[in-house]
């Protein structure tokens, strides 16, 4: 089985960093994509980050300049650095891997456990 699991995540003053990893273990065969989505109390799961196979980035409007992702491809590990930090950005946070399993064909979306954040000010 596909193994995700996070870390990094914490209680924080607005204006401090934090920073998540994602570690991916298991029947892993192959990663196409790994990103960051979050989700408020009473809101919806939406995407922070997300980083694909070719290096591609893309963020959510709220995060650019103060969030970064990156990946460790060696590690099957990936990364969101989180500076400037403001209340409005608490949330759990969830990482997700788009890859495949080992002796299987298909592709899918693998999430982590989920890391809270909050932020006070």
């Known amino acids: 089985q596909v193994q995700l699991v996070e870390s990094g995540g914490g209680l924080v003053q607005a204006g401090g960093s934090l920073r998540l990893s994602c570690a991916v273990s298991g029947s892993i065969f192959s990663i196409n994509a790994m990103g960051w989505y979050r989700q408020a109390p009473g809101k919806e799961r939406d995407l922070v980050a997300n980083?694909?196979?070719?290096?591609?980035?893309e963020y959510a409007d709220s995060v650019k300049g103060r969030f970064t992702i990156s990946r460790d491809s060696a590690k099957n590990t990936v990364y969101l650095q989180m500076n400037s930090l403001k209340p409005e950005d608490t949330a759990a946070y969830y990482c997700?891997?788009?890859?495949?399993?080992?002796?299987?064909?298909?592709?899918?979306?693998?999430w982590g456990q989920g890391t809270q954040v909050t932020v006070s000010s």
């Open positions: 980083i694909g196979s070719g290096g591609s980035i």
């Open positions: 997700r891997v788009y890859g495949r399993e080992y002796g299987t064909t298909g592709w899918l979306n693998y």
